[in-house]
């Protein structure tokens, strides 16, 4: 049978009644539990001088459960943080009366579901972290009475789909991370409300399609990360109304081709990556104005068009299929470039490198040949040979030395 405990902590009397060893002890405002025991159930909670507590920590104390009335009295709590626990409920009511609290961290739990009204008393919260547990869905109104949710983690659970009109109340949500999810598909309209989100993840989410429109609302994004979901196509104008973004992730798809003007209303964007694709041209993404940062790599590129902006500073293009770039390629004020894992002619990088050194950009450091590693192939005439097609039985496999 599992004792029962009641802990007198600090002069000001703190009560917590539980199962197993829960010690809390409060410093100020802040109030901040750890336990010793595999499975604790938080019961009564903090009460006496409750009106002056405005954190709780409960985060790693090994709870299975969190029952009725456990934050009673905690009318100007901020933030309660029950993270890195078992709890598999929150019943409907335990949160009630926390009015106050901005911040709610229920992460790496094994909650599988939100009851409707969970949040009905928590019309201050902001912050809601959901990551990492086992929500297979969010029920149409659950999150309706959060008017003022500003960041939304959902990341990390087994979310199959999102209903339509989600997001049509707790519509000034800036921050939205929905990765690593299973939902196969997106729905037409999902994001239309959130009209000041700056945010949106989707990344490994196990979709492959996106539909024509979907981003149309979001005019004020500025970050979306679609990383790891099989997509094979983007149509153009997707991003149309997407003026605002200055990131964009695409890496680790099935993207063979990019149409012509995918990219053309991406005026500010400053970071790309189309890394591990299928791509074999990246024309479209070469007119960028305001472009930084980007990277090409994993892909099946042969040859790469002049990069008509002047703010691109770091290039990758590593693991491709270059044989030579010629020197009048290279990106004008371009501080950065990634180029291992090519089967360069060792004359055509010879005349990279030492161009690169004239213009004082910097390389990555595998392209120090020291021999040991094949890093190019002589041609048989042992001269720079410009050519796209494949004509591999014409080199001689061999590290140069």
Not at 81 to 97: E, F
Not at 127 to 150: C, E, Q, Y
Not at 210 to 231: E, T
Request: hydrophobic share 40%; glycine share 4%.
């Amino acid at each position: 049978m599992l004792k029962v405990k009641i802990l007198f902590v600090i002069a000001t009397t703190i009560i917590v009644q539980i199962n197993c060893e829960l010690k809390c002890g409060r410093d100020g405002e802040f109030i901040s539990c750890s336990s010793n025991s595999d499975y604790n159930a938080f019961q009564y909670g903090i009460t006496p001088n409750g009106p002056i507590v405005k954190r709780i920590n409960l985060s790693n104390c090994n709870l299975a459960s969190i029952s009725m009335g456990s934050f009673g009295n905690l009318p100007n709590l901020e933030v309660l943080d029950i993270s890195l626990n078992s709890v598999d409920t929150l019943n409907l009511g335990v949160l009630d009366g926390l009015h106050a609290v901005l911040l709610l961290n229920a992460s790496y739990n094994n909650i599988d579901d939100i009851a409707l009204g969970l949040f009905d008393q928590m019309p201050r919260l902001r912050d809601l972290d959901l990551s990492h547990n086992k929500l297979t869905h969010i029920r149409l109104g659950a999150l309706d009475p959060l008017a003022n949710l500003t960041s939304l983690h959902l990341q990390h659970n087994n979310i199959v789909g999102l209903p339509l009109g989600l997001f049509d109340k707790p519509n000034l949500i800036t921050y939205l991370d929905l990765s690593y999810n299973v939902m196969e598909t997106l729905s037409l309209g999902i994001f239309d409300a959130l009209k000041q989100v700056t945010t949106i993840n989707l990344e490994y989410s196990k979709f492959n399609n996106i539909p024509q429109g979907i981003f149309d609302k979001s005019i004020m994004l500025q970050k979306l990360y679609l990383a790891g979901n099989g997509i094979s196509e983007i149509k153009n104008f997707l991003f149309k109304n997407l003026e605002n973004l200055i990131f964009l992730d695409l890496s680790n798809n099935a993207l063979i081709h990019l149409e012509e003007n995918v990219f053309l209303s991406l005026k500010v964007l400053k970071m790309m990556n189309l890394s591990t694709n299928q791509l074999k041209d990246v024309t479209a993404a070469t007119h960028l104005p305001q472009i930084n940062t980007m990277d090409v790599s994993n892909n099946k590129l042969q040859s790469l068009p002049v990069f008509t902006t002047t703010t691109l500073r770091t290039l990758n293009i590593s693991a491709n299929r270059f044989t030579f770039l010629a020197p009048a390629w290279i990106p004008k004020k371009i501080n950065e470039l990634y180029l291992h894992k090519n089967p360069w002619q060792c004359a055509c990088l010879d005349q990279l490198l030492t161009a690169f050194q004239k213009l004082g950009i910097t390389y990555d450091v595998s392209l120090y040949i020291d021999g040991s590693q094949p890093e190019c192939v002589i041609s048989d005439t042992g001269r720079c040979v410009e050519y796209t097609s494949n004509i591999w039985g014409s080199i001689i496999p061999k590290a140069k030395k």
